[in-house]
Each structure stands twice: as C-alpha cells, then as structure tokens.
C-alpha cells in the first residue's frame, strides 16, 4: 500500500487490484492530521506528489489537466458568474483557476482540514501566493474557511452562482458531500440560473459510485451532465457531474471569455469533445 521504499514508487491501488503510480526521489513530508494522512512526495518525472489518505490528489507537472476541466467549463458556461463556492481544494489550484475569471467578485473555499492548505502552501508548486494572501486575508476576491464543507452550505445566508465540489473520492470521508441531501442544499443555495460540478470518481473503479451520485444528482438538479476527462494521475478517465438550477445549457459555453483563459488542457473551442465517452460508459448512464 503506497510507497514502496525498496522500489522507490508510490502507488495508489484502487479496488480490484488496478495500481496508478509514480517513481519517487524521496518523501518530503507527512502528518496525519484529525482528518486524514498527509504525504508530499519529490517524484522522477511530475514534480512534487500530494497524497490523502494515500491516494494521488495531484502532481505538479500536470495538474492543469484536472483543475481546467473542474473550473472552466462551468465558469464558461455560466453567462456572468459572480459569486463561487469551492468546498475541498484546499491545495488552492481550483481556487487559482477560478479567480482567473474577471467577471468573479467573491470566491470562498470552504476547505476541513487546515493542515492541507499550510502544507501546500509550504511544498507545493501549486498556489503557494494565493494560499498566502488567503492566509493573510490580503486576497481582495478570495476568502479561506476553514470549516465543514456540509454544514456551512447547510448554514449560510449566502447565494451562489457556481458551486464547485473539489474533493476526495466518492469513498470514506467525503461521502456526504455525494448524497442527496447535500445536493438539495446545493440547489437551495445557487442563485435562480447557476451551476454545481463536482469530481466523480473513475469510471471504470467507482462505477456504482459514479451511478449512486448520478442518481441523486437527477432527482435534485434541472439538468445533469456527465463528462470525463484524461486526469494524469488518476485512474482516468476521470469523471465529473454537473447540476444546473434553472435555465443553462452545459453544453454551450462563451467561447470568446474561454479565449482570454489561455488553457492547457480543456478547449472551449472544443467544448463539446467533453461528452464523447466510451459506449460502455453511454449505456449505464442511459440505464441509471
Ligand atoms: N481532488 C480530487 C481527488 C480525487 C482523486 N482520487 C483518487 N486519486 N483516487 C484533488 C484535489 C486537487 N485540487
């Protein structure tokens, strides 16, 4: 399970056996906090390695490739998107991505477990300056709350207009943040016309994971979307479920805004590639 000092590799096994990992130089750090276990690892080839519990949550070389596909194309979608609520993310790259968009006046991360946020800011090449004026309070559009992701959307007075769930998987810990009562007071806290999205899970390894959220999603949101995408470092593809309130459609997206972006990985040109999925993956979507 995990680092292997004799290979010199992490790896990450998912159920059934099925390993995602990389060669490392060292481990640079670890703590288990109240939450979970905390390890950054230097590896051969992508940059320094943040795990949770073990399993990857990102590599520096590449993580564009998963915080583009979880931020912009429901920012794009939305016609002004205002006010954003990222629940998880503590290692700030969803945060860094939002705040790109000019239209934001206000995005508040809701992050549980502080020691996430100090060591990222501390080892990782991700968002380090945003951390630090979050920290400090010194980001005029961001705000840091480090608190329970359920229960201050359950309490806030707040609306949003996008609401991005950044989190560990659909197993153990985050698992409410999956449930349908979770996604009524997501509903409940977007504003008329607004959009939630959060990480899924693998297709092919948290497929009745994937169905559950799919599931609940649909029995609370207008309209709900499913995309993936090739995540380095994860058991890709990756997947992704978008809630709409009201009147948007998540197919189209303001591709003159997407433009000032300059992006990596996901092309708003090419919006709609991000609904090719595997025909496999069609037929239990359509029989959910
Ligand atoms: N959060 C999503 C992690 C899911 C990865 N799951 C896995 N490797 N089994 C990533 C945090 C990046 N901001």
Redesign the pocket.
Same mark, same amino acid.
């Given at each position: 399970m995990g680092y292997n000092e004799k290979e010199r590799a992490f790896i =990450?096994w *998912?159920p059934r056996g099925y390993g995602?990992g990389f060669k490392v130089k060292q481990r640079i750090f670890e703590t288990q906090t109240e939450y979970q276990r905390i390890e950054i690892y230097e590896t051969e080839g992508f940059g320094k390695l +943040?795990i +949770?519990d073990g @399993? #990857?949550? +990102?590599v520096e070389i590449g =993580?564009e490739s *998963?915080?583009e596909a979880?931020v912009h194309p429901v920012m794009l979608a939305h016609p002004n998107p205002r006010r954003v609520l990222v629940i /998880? &993310? &503590? !290692? &700030?790259? @969803?945060l860094r991505e939002v705040l790109r968009h000019k239209t934001v006046e206000k995005a508040t991360m809701v992050e549980i477990d502080e020691g996430v946020v100090e060591a990222s800011y501390l080892y990782l090449d #991700?968002a380090s300056e945003l951390l630090d004026r979050l920290i400090k309070k010194e980001e005029p559009r961001g705000e840091l709350i480090i608190g329970d992701g359920v229960r201050y959307l359950k309490e806030t007075d707040e609306r949003f207009d996008v609401i991005i769930v !950044?989190? @560990? !998987?659909p197993v153990g810990p985050a698992k409410l943040l999956f449930s349908e009562g979770f996604y009524r007071s997501a509903y409940e806290k977007l504003n008329e016309r607004g959009l939630y999205i959060t990480?899924a &899970?693998?297709v092919y390894l948290?497929t009745n994971e994937l169905l559950d959220a799919y599931r609940a999603m649909k029995k609370v949101f207008d309209r709900v979307y499913y995309f993936s995408f090739p #995540?380095i /470092? *994860?058991?890709s593809p990756?997947s992704f479920l978008v809630g709409v309130k009201g009147d948007i459609d998540f197919g189209k997206v303001d591709v003159e805004r997407g433009r000032g972006l300059e992006l990596y990985y996901y092309d708003p040109e090419r919006h709609g590639t991000l609904f090719q999925m595997p025909k496999y993956v069609r037929d239990l979507l359509e029989r959910a």
């Open positions: =990450e *998912y995602v +943040l +949770l @399993t #990857v949550q +990102l =993580e *998963y915080h979880l /998880g &993310g &503590g !290692d &700030g790259g @969803t #991700v !950044d989190s @560990t !998987d990480q &899970g693998s948290f #995540v /470092g *994860y058991a990756w």
